[in-house]
């Protein structure tokens, strides 16, 4: 009997410890959202590196990123992608060639770095996971459980800076063995742009052969 007691408090024990982590998660989730909904614009520079022990694959990238609303402008992998508000326009000088496509609902953050600050509010079950000093910076991580279960991605891990309140690393891992890394660094808001910052401009492209 003693022992039917002891398994019973351990299990409510349990749950409750895992109800408080998730209510955690939640809140720190809803602060960063706030937090980044005030801005008129976000800066940062980002590096991106895909890992596969297994495989012995390893493949870094570096780029930048200027978000205002909807609307944003990416430099990466010696090309440039542009979004505002309605085409993506993809600019690629090496090959003097521009791509113009609309945007897709289904699109994740591999490809609209729009949502990479708000993906996380639907579609995932929340966990509260370790917390790491990086530099002095306090990171408290979110593990994100996709809610319903994919069968590419086991689960993510969100970085948040709790001091800033900023999304500072997102990690995917994959079923395959397959961790992809992102992280962000030199954060800035509310930059002065120009009004036609995220406005394409054919003109400037006079050679460029424009693929629609």
């Given at each position: 009997m003693k022992k039917i007691f002891s398994l019973l408090f351990t299990l409510l024990t349990t749950t409750t410890v895992m109800s408080q982590g998730m209510e955690q998660a939640?809140?720190?989730?809803?602060?960063?959202?706030?937090?980044?909904?005030?801005?008129?614009?976000?800066?940062?520079?980002?590096?991106?590196v895909l890992e596969n022990k297994a495989e012995q694959i390893r493949q870094e990238l570096e780029g930048e990123v200027t978000l205002a609303g909807n609307q944003y402008k990416v430099n990466f992998?010696?090309?440039?992608?542009?979004?505002?508000?309605?085409?993506i326009y993809?600019?690629?000088?090496?090959?003097?060639?521009?791509?113009?496509?609309?945007?897709?609902?289904?699109?994740?953050?591999?490809?609209?770095?729009?949502k990479l600050l708000s993906f996380y509010e639907e579609g995932?079950?929340?966990?509260?996971d370790?917390?790491?000093?990086?530099?002095?910076?306090?990171?408290?991580?979110?593990?994100?459980?996709?809610?319903?279960?994919?069968?590419?991605?086991?689960?993510?891990?969100?970085?948040?800076?709790?001091?800033?309140?900023?999304?500072?690393?997102?990690?995917?891992?994959?079923?395959?063995n397959t961790r992809t890394t992102l992280t962000l660094s030199n954060t800035t808001h509310n930059i002065q742009l120009p009004d036609d910052f995220f406005a394409f401009d054919a003109a400037e492209y006079p050679n460029f052969y424009i693929n629609e």
């Open positions: 939640k809140n720190l989730l809803e602060q960063v959202t706030q937090n980044m909904k005030k801005k008129d614009n976000i800066r940062f520079e980002f590096s991106y992998m010696d090309a440039i992608q542009l979004f505002d508000g309605k085409k993809t600019i690629v000088p090496e090959n003097e060639e521009i791509t113009i496509s609309f945007p897709d609902d289904e699109d994740d953050l591999s490809v609209n770095p729009s995932y079950g929340y966990e509260w370790i917390e790491q000093r990086v530099m002095g910076r306090a990171i408290q991580y979110v593990k994100l459980l996709p809610n319903p279960a994919s069968e590419e991605v086991n689960y993510l891990l969100l970085g948040i800076d709790t001091q800033r309140l900023e999304v500072y690393r997102v990690i995917e891992i994959g079923y395959n």
